[in-house]
């Protein structure tokens, strides 16, 4: 960030950064938040509870200091925006905050108005944020991907109360060259970002986005510098640099690759609460949503820190509000909650929402005596949950309407899925769902594909098992072959009627191609142990894993992305020798070929031509 600057800033302002795509309409990036606060500024907040200090991270003292960031882009084109989010401390109404701003006239005022107010403010409200403006800018050159070096942000425009969401958002962005013509409110001021390609080498240490040292890379693909030579480069006068997670659409994604490091991280996004017709509290209007995440629901059960903190100095907290909307009993809610998740999750991980009325009438503060202790300006207004993972242990990633209780009893989750009237809970609105919550996840532990999910929790029975199968893990492994290979069909007698039900034949459609290449070298992994293992009670099923292997392989080159099977075969697939050779000098697959059909080997010979090896030899 080169510039930011209004008229007068004499308080603490908020500054997030995130691509948004106009075209797709959907948000292509995680936010980036940038302090922009003076060391007096920053000293006026209060640091939020339960946070995690400089310990957990060794660079944490630096973060707050980081104004570079890396934001990759698998699609270019000219409709690709770089927004910046504006917010500051919790005030009041929009328009009455933003007005001594946009008043030049007696601007002698209108500093010592907000000279008065702000101490006050920060020590009260100072954990609470609301919008106060946005601006935003192209990123690419029109009509072609090539980065526009020289465009800059729009004015700071004034937030409207009902533009808050993304989509409303998008609608301004996908009209963007009228912008002009949308008759919104500026503030005088001005925000400049400079945007230029990322370097091959930089001598910035640069964080991934679990905040990891990212390593360079040697001529053989080896790392050259250690974590250690990562810290060392980093300084008060020289931040790291972060980069920023990027979000790929699925179906609708142009290239997909896989999962190569381990970004276990889930997405909150509060989007609407209907508070409108409640009449359980007799105060709800300036509302903001405490977002945590627990292990239990047991009374008295700690929220885990593990919620990335926008506070400076500070890495992880185990709770994030969201902004607030003055006087509106149905707000709209944008900020994001990133999550760091756990390794194992279990049915009792859940999301806590928790909201709050926030008072912000701080006139009868200022004229109270010292002497006289303030209340809290928090009321409590309701309560969601939102269980993370099915009896499966799938982890759940959707579009959530939750009904809101106006209490929470000890273990409320048996509570979730009942419509019925419960003694211990008193619902808000008759049990209506409410309260809307968009989760994303950024995962290569947990797949939202029930057929891939299947297939790698029977691996995980057979890794515990020691290779020795049950009757009942047998037929269920290879109905699940059945489902990624939809070509080839399991035995009906070997499969019984309830497993027969469990895969309806709606589910044999097998997975889908987007699935596939992003755990492409998980999944080739775990076929070829199973492939490889020298248990008794497999060797009926290799027959069925070479077909799947096959038409797992025959997908990917279709889909003209042979280049990630060659960089499975060079850089991941490693044998039980000593020195790593190549899966086509390991693997004999002559013997297991000549049960399957001739339709399977002529994928094979075709695959085999494709990468250049043959049958015998791979």
Same mark, same amino acid.
């Given at each position: 960030?080169?510039?930011?600057?209004?008229?007068?800033?004499?308080?603490? *302002? *908020?500054?997030?950064?995130?691509?948004?795509?106009?075209?797709?309409?959907?948000?292509?990036?995680?936010?980036?938040?940038?302090?922009?606060?003076?060391?007096?500024?920053?000293?006026?907040?209060?640091?939020?509870?339960?946070?995690?200090?400089?310990?957990?991270?060794?660079?944490?003292? /630096?973060?707050?200091?980081?104004?570079?960031?890396?934001?990759?882009?698998?699609?270019?084109?000219?409709?690709?925006?770089?927004?910046?989010?504006?917010?500051?401390?919790?005030?009041?109404?929009?328009?009455?905050?933003?007005?001594? /701003?946009?008043?030049?006239?007696?601007?002698?005022?209108?500093?010592?108005?907000?000279?008065?107010?702000?101490?006050?403010?920060?020590?009260?409200?100072?954990?609470?944020?609301?919008?106060?403006?946005?601006?935003?800018?192209?990123?690419?050159?029109?009509?072609?991907?090539?980065? @526009?070096?020289?465009?800059?942000?729009?004015?700071?425009?004034?937030?409207?109360?009902?533009?808050?969401?993304?989509?409303?958002?998008?609608?301004?962005?996908?009209?963007?060259?009228?912008?002009?013509?949308?008759?919104?409110?500026?503030?005088?001021?001005?925000?400049?970002? @400079?945007?230029?390609?990322?370097?091959?080498?930089?001598?910035?240490?640069?964080?991934?986005?679990?905040?990891?040292?990212?390593?360079?890379?040697?001529?053989?693909?080896?790392?050259?510098?250690? @974590?250690?030579?990562?810290?060392?480069?980093?300084?008060?006068?020289?931040?790291?640099?972060?980069?920023?997670?990027?979000?790929?659409?699925?179906?609708?994604?142009?290239?997909? @690759?896989?999962?190569?490091?381990?970004?276990?991280?889930?997405?909150?996004?509060?989007?609407?609460?209907?508070?409108?017709?409640?009449?359980?509290?007799?105060?709800?209007?300036?509302?903001?949503?405490?977002?945590?995440?627990?292990?239990?629901?047991?009374?008295?059960?700690?929220?885990?820190?593990?919620?990335?903190?926008?506070?400076?100095?500070?890495?992880?907290?185990?709770?994030?509000?969201?902004?607030?909307?003055?006087?509106?009993?149905?707000?709209?809610?944008?900020?994001?909650?990133?999550?760091?998740?756990?390794?194992?999750?279990?049915?009792?991980?859940?999301?806590?929402?928790?909201?709050?009325?926030?008072?912000?009438?701080?006139?009868?503060?200022?004229?109270?005596?010292?002497?006289?202790?303030?209340?809290?300006?928090?009321?409590?207004?309701?309560?969601? $949950?939102?269980?993370?993972?099915?009896?499966?242990?799938?982890?759940?990633?959707?579009?959530?309407?939750?009904?809101?209780?106006?209490?929470?009893?000890?273990?409320?989750?048996?509570?979730?899925?009942?419509?019925?009237?419960?003694?211990?809970?008193?619902?808000?609105?008759?049990? !209506?769902?409410?309260? !809307?919550?968009?989760?994303?996840?950024?995962?290569?532990? /947990?797949?939202?594909?029930?057929?891939?999910?299947? *297939?790698?929790?029977?691996?995980?029975?057979?890794?515990?098992?020691?290779?020795?199968?049950?009757?009942?893990?047998?037929?269920?492994?290879?109905?699940?072959?059945?489902?990624?290979?939809?070509?080839?069909?399991?035995?009906?007698?070997?499969?019984?009627?309830?497993?027969?039900?469990?895969?309806?034949?709606?589910?044999?459609?097998?997975?889908?191609?987007?699935?596939?290449?992003? *755990?492409?070298?998980?999944?080739?992994?775990?076929?070829?142990?199973?492939?490889?293992?020298?248990?008794?009670?497999?060797?009926?099923?290799?027959?069925?894993?070479?077909?799947?292997?096959?038409?797992?392989?025959?997908?990917?080159?279709?889909?003209? !992305?042979?280049?990630?099977?060659?960089?499975?075969?060079?850089?991941?697939?490693?044998?039980? $020798?000593?020195?790593?050779?190549?899966?086509?000098?390991?693997?004999? $697959?002559?013997?297991?070929?000549?049960?399957?059909?001739?339709?399977?080997?002529?994928?094979?010979?075709?695959?085999?031509?494709?990468?250049?090896?043959?049958?015998?030899?791979?």
């Amino acid at each position: 960030i080169a510039v930011f600057l209004f008229l007068f800033q004499l308080e603490p *302002f *908020f500054l997030t950064l995130a691509l948004f795509d106009a075209q797709q309409g959907v948000k292509l990036s995680e936010d980036f938040h940038v302090d922009v606060n003076s060391d007096p500024l920053r000293e006026m907040l209060p640091l939020p509870p339960n946070t995690m200090d400089t310990g957990p991270h060794p660079l944490s003292k /630096y973060l707050n200091s980081t104004v570079e960031a890396v934001f990759s882009v698998t699609q270019p084109h000219e409709e690709v925006y770089l927004v910046a989010r504006i917010e500051k401390v919790l005030q009041g109404g929009i328009t009455t905050c933003a007005e001594p /701003y946009m008043k030049l006239g007696d601007a002698v005022k209108s500093t010592q108005r907000i000279l008065q107010q702000v101490p006050l403010l920060c020590s009260r409200l100072g954990t609470y944020h609301m919008a106060f403006a946005w601006a935003a800018r192209p990123v690419f050159q029109s009509g072609g991907n090539k980065l @526009d070096l020289t465009a800059e942000f729009t004015a700071l425009y004034k937030q409207e109360r009902e533009r808050l969401s993304n989509e409303e958002l998008l609608k301004i962005l996908s009209d963007f060259k009228n912008i002009h013509k949308a008759k919104l409110q500026t503030i005088p001021g001005s925000l400049v970002v @400079d945007v230029v390609p990322q370097p091959p080498q930089s001598k910035t240490a640069t964080l991934t986005s679990s905040l990891l040292p990212v390593r360079s890379r040697g001529r053989g693909g080896g790392a050259d510098r250690d @974590d250690t030579d990562t810290l060392s480069r980093v300084s008060p006068s020289c931040p790291p640099c972060l980069e920023v997670q990027e979000f790929l659409g699925g179906f609708h994604a142009p290239r997909i @690759d896989p999962h190569l490091s381990l970004t276990h991280h889930l997405y909150v996004y509060p989007v609407t609460l209907k508070y409108d017709s409640q009449k359980a509290f007799a105060k709800a209007r300036n509302i903001s949503c405490w977002v945590q995440f627990k292990s239990s629901d047991v009374k008295g059960a700690k929220a885990l820190p593990v919620i990335y903190s926008s506070a400076p100095g500070t890495v992880f907290c185990d709770g994030l509000h969201t902004t607030v909307l003055h006087h509106c009993t149905s707000p709209t809610f944008y900020t994001e909650v990133k999550l760091s998740l756990p390794i194992a999750l279990s049915p009792s991980h859940h999301l806590l929402f928790t909201f709050y009325h926030i008072s912000c009438d701080i006139a009868k503060t200022t004229k109270a005596k010292s002497s006289i202790r303030q209340p809290p300006p928090e009321t409590i207004v309701g309560y969601a $949950w939102l269980p993370l993972v099915d009896e499966q242990g799938r982890l759940l990633e959707d579009t959530h309407s939750l009904p809101v209780a106006a209490n929470l009893p000890p273990n409320y989750l048996q509570f979730t899925s009942s419509k019925a009237a419960v003694p211990d809970v008193k619902w808000v609105d008759g049990h !209506r769902p409410i309260f !809307r919550v968009d989760t994303r996840l950024q995962s290569p532990i /947990y797949t939202q594909d029930s057929s891939l999910h299947e *297939f790698f929790s029977l691996c995980e029975q057979l890794k515990h098992k020691s290779g020795q199968l049950q009757p009942a893990v047998h037929t269920a492994l290879e109905v699940s072959l059945s489902l990624l290979s939809p070509s080839s069909l399991p035995p009906l007698s070997l499969v019984n009627p309830v497993t027969q039900i469990a895969f309806s034949p709606q589910r044999l459609a097998g997975v889908d191609l987007h699935v596939i290449l992003q *755990f492409l070298p998980i999944l080739l992994t775990q076929l070829f142990h199973l492939l490889s293992n020298s248990s008794k009670d497999l060797e009926t099923l290799k027959a069925e894993v070479v077909r799947t292997l096959v038409e797992v392989v025959d997908k990917v080159v279709e889909a003209g !992305r042979s280049d990630l099977l060659k960089s499975y075969i060079e850089h991941i697939f490693v044998t039980r $020798w000593t020195s790593p050779r190549p899966v086509q000098s390991t693997m004999t $697959w002559q013997d297991s070929w000549s049960s399957t059909s001739d339709k399977v080997s002529t994928r094979v010979r075709n695959f085999c031509s494709t990468c250049g090896s043959s049958s015998r030899s791979c």
